[in-house]
């Protein structure tokens, strides 16, 4: 009898050979997997309130079609093109990711107010509880008007 250790290591090995020169998983297929069950999450919802074959047919589809696309990617051989796409989509998703944690660390802090300047857009912090005040933009010099 093959003892069990031996039976994982050889299932282990064998799918380590099959996924080899694979694409195997990156940061979007992370996403799509949120997505898919973000999607799954809403489908619920949505079937509820429109419970029409229709909506769920639709559902099931897009569902379908990501999981799909999640499958192809994992075991594609084409990482150059693969690659090329994750790299494309962290362009997209870099920038909104680090908007998303600028505005959680200016919810968080109690200490400052947040100004935003109308000319170029900066950002200008401003101790809190100094009542009316006037800031000079430290980028494009723009007067800004406020309560702090
Ligand atoms: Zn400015």
Not at 18 to 40: E, K, P, S, W
Not at 98 to 122: E, I, L, M, Q, T
Request: aromatic share 12%.
């Amino acid at each position: 009898m093959v003892p069990m250790n031996n039976l994982f290591y050889k299932v282990r090995c064998g799918m380590e050979r099959f996924m080899y020169g694979r694409n195997g998983t990156d940061q979007l297929n992370i996403a799509l997997l949120v997505l898919y069950v973000a999607l799954c999450l809403l489908q619920g919802v949505v079937v509820m309130l429109l419970p029409y074959p229709l909506v769920s047919g639709l559902f099931s589809i897009l569902l379908a079609v990501i999981i799909v696309v999640m499958f192809f990617r994992i075991f594609s051989r084409n990482l150059e093109k693969r690659r090329r796409e994750n790299a494309r989509f962290l362009g997209w998703y870099a920038p909104r990711q680090r908007a998303f944690s600028a505005w959680r660390a200016r919810v968080r802090d109690r200490d400052h107010k947040y100004f935003k300047c109308r000319g170029c857009g900066a950002r200008c912090r401003v101790p809190r509880g100094k009542g009316r005040i006037e800031i000079t933009c430290p980028r494009c010099g723009g007067k800004i008007q406020g309560r702090s």
